[in-house]
């Protein structure tokens, strides 16, 4: 696939579709975007900045850029890739080291089929071929934290290869346009991780943390098909979501479970490849997107002011948001791959391939797995867009914001209003309210029963949409109370009695005798605002269409 | 009683002859007194005397564990013993103490093994005398013995012309020959536990790749190491590699397949056999007693009624610089773990990580070590990969296909020598470096471990010298069983003689039972 033009072509801007509050860009102008200096890396593909969108000078060449991806992904499992050692993020420092993560000489790997699971499943998910075999190898560096001198990978002979990845780009002309674009997979590889340095500048010692070593990674190698920091960031978010349903890996950047190095280059199309960087340890969406845009704009500044670019190794510094290169101190590396002679080949069998007498706990069926592949991300917004009649975009954001889509879920369940005013109301209120305080899902002080019961209300007409938003208020400061005893506690529930309602209208009629003039001269925003004082006087507790069946019999309409 | 064979010993014990604190302590006396030869590097006498006292408890009980139970046994050093220093004979790993055991030294203490010590080697078993350790050479006990005192010439009766005893585990043999345990373990990557059997007069078993665990060798090539085995008799390597073999699920090399193996039948009928005699390794530099001897065997086997013919194995002239190739790329990537960070020897240099990495390694280190990482990972670089590493992988392929073709010919046996000459003066031995001395005695035996095949040198007879020479034998894979059937039958007829311990004798602490002193049919 040949990189696309960088941009210029494009008018206006484009957006990701995978803006956590996509949803609410139709509506007017009233939600604030999501709070800056957010710590959950989830969602910060929202905080993309398009820098390289600007516009050529006169008589300048078009640039493309040329993005590809490396991309380690931890393996959720519960002991190491080689050894016994339980995973877990954030333990005390060296407390999860076997023997063999500690490189003990005599210790040997014994491959953790739940890795390899985790692998297949992977694969299948991003339509690679898997390979019936596949080979471990060891890659040789020295480096603290690398007890064994070496890693073990698979360089020859990956479990898959050649799959491909479909991810949505939104852009935004008039209206609203998807775009559905792909990037090939070349090859997914099973690796060891590599434990922690800790430098102690201070002292000038280095610290090592063997918890990691060793734990379990899938390296996700993207083919160069992506041309901006955009479009890879909403790549890996869609990455992220699949490892995510899969279960395959927890993925969480901040955490580490989820690490993208990227390699950049630019050139004019139709002519060879430029010279590429590659820029490694980009943990965070918004860093991904914005260290890959600078870099492509600083290749491009470089090569047009006659300087070129070096195949070199770069890092981003957030907080002045460039890419710096970083020191190498044993220049070029020559890693000495060897096969491990320690683990045989990895052989996987399918449903024609698998021996009748094979023992069930020592083989891997990979037709098995297939059928036992969750729901992916792609069809679940189908399945949203198709069983609740809502937009592409809302379903976007439902699975982009972690947890929303199963908060969602269990309010449809619960309630017995329309899946609209559910989307509506959890799109548009609720993650309004998340937003404001900068919240996860998980940390909502609102249930999905809460709401679900307040939707209840609102469906059987007890009380008006103004109301509710009263008493969702109330339910946000969690403090316990159930919807409907907010809203008899404080009256919100509509005035089911017509007397009184007359009563209150007749009040209004009476003391706005210009208002009623202005209505019957047929001006057709006045009927509205002596609704709207009848509504006031009825704490808005009364129906607005009842109201005005009542106004307009009572001024004989 | 310490002359006697390991199943002689068990039958005393079982009878109460003898009790399992009595034989071990008349071993650690033995140890003492032939602390000259240098086998051991460590006495583990306090664990020993221990296990002693729970063995002697057990057998009181009636609840003996088996064969093994209270049999003083030694293991070379380069087996992890869990809180027993395990050095591989180098400053690297002086003062390690491994917190876990290696599947055959557990598998060996599960059955009541007594364990007196780890025995002496070339460092990381990078060797063929083991001469090349930081503790000092091993001696051979047969340099003391009446055989050879009475077989060398007159100018050579004084202590500087003790010989070495073989290597790399050299300390296991040594210490097996001296009577100082009745089954030692050793390990066997080019030859080095058949190489030591043959010099030392003793059974040394190189099982088929796979069938025994490595968890806890510390390695030396992964895809050829083998755990080996030392005794007096081949029966007593077929009990010993009864309890050593099987699925390791900590060693993923290990077959999956249950392993049944028995005792060898004491009659075995070998006139049905087809013995395979590989006109390549009839070398020029091959002693003319050695040559001599080969064929004599293979006469006996004639004579039985088995098929004897020629055969090829047409890649062998090969295996030897393949094997260089192969086992230096390993090793550069198995020593890449000792930078003295997680265990063993650290420098005191700490200006940098880098630094420090450079002097630990040159400190801990010998010169045959880090030449070997040197051409180790000048094969592994990328642009050589292909020229030496891959290379050597085809014809190592190559090598296993003859072997195979062979097998597959009605072969199923191979006799070859398992040295080219006795073994020699250790200042003889010293005029060559470590690396032509590796590629002169690996010539026999390390083909094999290229195949993965089990291999199996059986003592034959003396030399004119009064130095003890073996044969060797080669199986298929997984063969084992009928490999060590031949061999005991083969044993059997040659009845190979006792070592005759002058010094250690004198005191009665040694009975000869089985002191036959001649062979019957092989004697120069």
Same mark, same amino acid.
Request: proline share 5%; net charge neutral.
């Given at each position: ?93 060296? /407390? ?37 075999? /596949? ?85 996700? +190698? ?11 960031? +909403? ?79 770069? /890092? ?124 996860? +899902? ?113 001024? /004989?309409? | ?146 055989? %050879? ?11 500087? %012309? ?52 490595? %968890? ?128 063993? %020897? ?179």
């Amino acid at each position: 696939m040949a990189a696309s033009v960088l941009r210029l072509g494009i008018p206006g801007r484009r957006w990701a579709l995978a803006w956590i509050d996509g949803g609410s860009r139709h509506r007017s102008g009233t939600q604030p975007g999501p709070t800056s200096n957010r710590a959950r890396g989830q969602s910060s593909v929202a905080q993309l900045s398009l820098r390289t969108a600007q516009k050529p000078r006169k008589g300048e060449h078009k640039w493309a850029a040329v993005v590809g991806l490396e991309i380690h992904a931890q393996i959720c499992s519960n002991s190491k890739l080689f050894s016994g050692a339980q995973v877990c993020f954030a333990a005390p420092p060296n /407390s999860l080291v076997s023997f063999f993560d500690a490189s003990l000489p005599g210790t040997l790997p014994v491959l953790n089929r739940r890795c390899v699971e985790a692998a297949v499943m992977t694969g299948l998910a991003l339509n690679c071929h898997i390979n019936r075999k /596949s080979l471990f190898d060891r890659k040789h560096y020295f480096y603290a934290d690398l007890p064994a001198g070496y890693q073990i990978t698979q360089q020859r002979l990956p479990i898959a290869t050649n799959g491909h990845l479909t991810y949505n780009i939104y852009i935004r002309k008039k209206q609203s346009q998807v775009t559905t674009k792909t990037v090939r997979i070349k090859q997914i590889q099973l690796e060891q991780d590599s434990g922690k340095s800790l430098h102690d500048d201070l002292r000038s010692q280095t610290l090592i943390d063997l918890n990691r070593a060793g734990v379990g990674l899938l390296e996700v +190698v993207l083919e160069p098909d992506l041309c901006c920091g955009e479009e890879a960031a +909403v790549a890996v978010r869609e990455l992220q979501l699949i490892l995510q349903a899969l279960g395959t890996s927890q993925a969480n950047m901040a955490e580490g479970q989820l690490r993208v190095d990227a390699n950049i280059s630019v050139h004019h199309p139709g002519e060879p490849l430029g010279v590429r960087t590659e820029v490694k340890n980009l943990n965070s969406l918004r860093f991904l997107a914005k260290a890959i845009d600078y870099e492509i704009q600083r290749q491009i500044t470089e090569l047009e002011d006659g300087g070129e670019v070096l195949n070199e190794t770069r /890092s981003f510094d957030y907080k002045l948001g460039c890419t710096v290169p970083m020191r190498d101190k044993e220049g070029k590396q020559d890693y000495r791959f060897m096969p491990e002679p320690n683990l045989p080949p990895l052989v996987l069998y399918d449903a024609t391939s698998l021996p009748s007498d094979a023992d069930s706990q020592q083989v891997i069926n990979i037709d098995q797995l297939r059928d036992m592949l969750p729901e992916l991300p792609s069809a679940t917004r189908e399945r949203l867009v198709q069983q609740y009649g809502m937009l592409p975009e809302h379903s976007f954001t439902l699975l982009n914001e972690v947890g929303l889509l199963e908060f969602f879920q269990n309010v449809i369940k619960e309630t017995r209003a329309e899946p609209k005013k559910v989307t509506n109301w959890v799109l548009n209120t609720f993650l309004y309210y998340l937003k404001q305080q900068n919240l996860a +899902v998980s940390e909502s002080p609102v249930t999905p029963g809460a709401l679900a019961e307040l939707l209840d209300l609102l469906d059987s007409k007890a009380i008006s949409s103004a109301a509710a938003k009263q008493v969702f208020e109330e339910l946000w400061k969690g403090q316990g109370k159930t919807a409907a005893q907010i809203m008899s506690e404080q009256q919100l529930e509509l005035m089911q009695d017509r007397e009184a309602l007359e009563q209150l209208c007749q009040a209004t009629i009476d003391g706005h005798p210009q208002t009623v003039m202005d209505v019957k001269k047929r001006n057709p925003k006045a009927i509205n605002k002596l609704i709207g004082l009848v509504r006031k006087a009825s704490l808005s507790r009364a129906d607005p269409a009842l109201i005005k069946e009542i106004l307009e019999k009572k001024l /004989s309409l | 009683m310490l002359g006697r064979t390991l199943l002689e010993v068990s039958a005393a014990l079982k009878q109460g002859q003898v009790t399992p604190t009595e034989l071990c302590k008349k071993c650690l006396s033995l140890i003492t007194k032939t602390k000259y030869l240098n086998a051991y590097i460590t006495v583990s006498e306090e664990v020993a005397l221990k296990q002693a006292e729970e063995s002697e408890r057990r057998y009181k009980q009636g609840q003996s564990l088996g064969d093994l139970d209270g049999i003083p046994v030694a293991v070379k050093d380069n087996f992890s013993t869990a809180g027993i220093e395990t050095t591989c004979a180098s400053n690297m790993l002086k003062g390690y103490i491994p917190p876990y055991n290696a599947t055959v030294v557990q598998k060996l203490l599960d059955q009541g093994a007594l364990l007196m010590g780890k025995t002496n080697l070339d460092e990381f078993a990078m060797g063929s005398g083991s001469t090349d350790g930081v503790f000092g050479p091993v001696k051979n006990p047969w340099s003391y013995s009446k055989q %050879h005192r009475e077989g060398r010439r007159h100018d050579e009766h004084d202590d500087s %012309h003790w010989l070495i005893a073989g290597g790399s585990s050299g300390g296991s043999a040594a210490a097996v020959a001296a009577f100082t345990c009745f089954a030692a373990l050793g390990s066997d990557t080019g030859g080095s536990t058949r190489n030591p059997a043959a010099h030392c007069g003793l059974v040394g078993f190189k099982p088929s790749y796979g069938l025994v665990s490595r %968890h806890g060798l510390i390695p030396l090539v992964n895809s050829m190491d083998v755990p080996g085995i030392f005794t007096r008799c081949v029966d007593d390597t077929a009990i010993v590699l009864g309890i050593l073999a099987g699925h390791d699920p900590k060693d993923s090399t290990t077959v999956q397949d249950p392993i049944k193996l028995s005792r060898i039948p004491s009659e075995v009928d070998v006139s049905r056999l087809c013995i395979g005699i590989p006109k390549e390794y009839l070398v020029p530099e091959l002693s003319s007693e050695i040559r001599s001897l080969w064929s004599q065997a293979s006469d006996l086997f004639k004579s039985e009624g088995a098929k004897v013919i020629e055969v090829s194995l047409p890649h062998t002239c090969y295996s030897i610089v393949c094997y260089h190739v192969l086992c230096t790329s390993e090793v550069a990537s198995n020593m890449a773990r000792f930078d003295g960070l997680q265990y063993g %020897h650290r420098s005191g240099i700490d200006v940098s990580t880098e630094a420090m990495y450079a002097a630990t390694r040159q400190e801990g280190f010998n010169d045959v070590v880090r030449g070997r990482i040197l051409s180790g990972n000048f094969f592994l670089l990328k642009e050589n990969y292909e020229n030496y590493f891959v290379k050597a992988q085809k014809v190592r392929r190559l090598i296993l296909r003859d072997f195979v073709n062979v097998f597959d010919s009605g072969v199923d046996v191979l006799l070859t020598p398992t040295t080219l000459t006795e073994a020699v003066p250790y200042l003889e031995f010293i005029k060559e470096d470590n690396r032509t001395r590796s590629a002169q005695d690996d010539i026999f035996t390390q083909a094999v471990n290229m195949a993965g095949l089990p291999a199996v040198s059986v003592p034959v007879a003396l030399s004119n010298q009064g130095l003890p020479i073996g044969l060797q034998f080669i199986g298929r894979a997984f063969c084992d069983q009928q490999l060590l059937t031949v061999a005991k039958w083969f044993e059997k007829q040659v009845q190979f003689p006792v070592i005759q311990l002058q010094d250690l004798m004198d005191d009665g602490s040694l009975v000869l039972e089985n002191g036959k002193l001649t062979s019957v049919s092989l004697t120069q």
